[in-house]
């Protein structure tokens, strides 16, 4: 966890999710910066830190990128790095390539913040609530142990044996709703929607937070309840109506079978061997971080991790 390179990368990430609030402000509102000076926007909306960054993203990945090259295999290529580099080779000659390390660095940078980060503050969102309710941790490991035998790691075909981590992952998706506002998206005509006129060309976003504490979709939708994603025989059943944190339809997350092979396969393993729990004399504050404003992260702070008996 000392790893420079790591400390780095997780710092860029941090600097980012910061200020990408501000950044997003003109994207909503993109009238604003034909009636502002150029230099109070930037100052503002923080363009130029947002262009720093990317600029510091850019040099880090393109340092991956030359090891990636200067140890490249083509019988054995290693990821999607290595297949990038080929493929960059394969069309060097083609008038019509599109293919650069500028775009590689980039595709790097979405497949992180996207496809990773989403998944890793989803799961400290976990380690937090689930410190906070032992009772809903010991249960769910009871289940984990009663499906995988000690030092068996968890397959997708176990999904359906193991309901309620199933529901915890659930509960801990629709409570957390890291996504808060979903992503944007753009009117392609004019359209009537809940007595509302919404003309061609507006740009729309969702209220997933809300929609995730509607008493109209959800029975007391403030508490913490992985029990309210099983069935009176105690099987799982997913909700569809009142619950999107991969938003909904055509333009839903690509993701999505991703994400959820990771947050099911990295949940049953680390909580197969470890406990988190609360520090002494301490608690968990699961509000969401105010500095990050489109996602809900959770805030930086302590939680005590003990190893299982007999581990």
Known sequence: MDDPRLLEFEDLIRVFMESIAHLAIPDIFPWIMYILPGALTGLIFHLDLQKKNIYKFLNYFNKEIEEHRATLDRDCPRDLID?????????????????????????????????????????????????????????????????????????????????????????????????ATGVQ??????????????????????????????????????????????DQQGKFTAKKEGF????VGKRSCLGEALARMELFIFSTTVFQSLIFSQPPGKKIDLPYDPKVVFTHNPKIQDVLITIRPGF
């Open 244 to 247: 999107l944190p991969f938003g």
């Open 83 to 179: 297949g990038y580099l080929m493929m960059m080779e394969e069309k060097a000659e083609d008038p019509d390539n599109t293919f650069s390390e500028k775009d590689l660095a980039i595709l790097i940078l979405d497949l992180f913040l996207a496809g990773s980060e989403s998944s890793t503050i989803t799961l400290t969102w976990m380690f937090y609530y689930l410190a906070t309710y032992p009772e809903v941790q010991q249960k769910m490991q009871a289940e984990i142990d009663e499906v995988l035998p000690k030092g068996t790691l968890a397959t997708l075909e176990d999904k359906l044996r193991m309901p309620y981590t199933e529901a915890v992952i659930h509960e801990i998706l629709r409570k957390s709703s890291l996504a």
């Open 185 to 230: 998206h753009v009117a392609t005509r004019d359209t009537q929607l809940g007595g509302y006129f919404i003309p061609k060309g507006t740009i729309v976003m969702g209220a997933q937070e809300t929609v995730h504490h509607d008493p109209r979709y959800w029975d007391r939708p403030d508490e913490f309840l992985p029990e309210r994603w099983l």
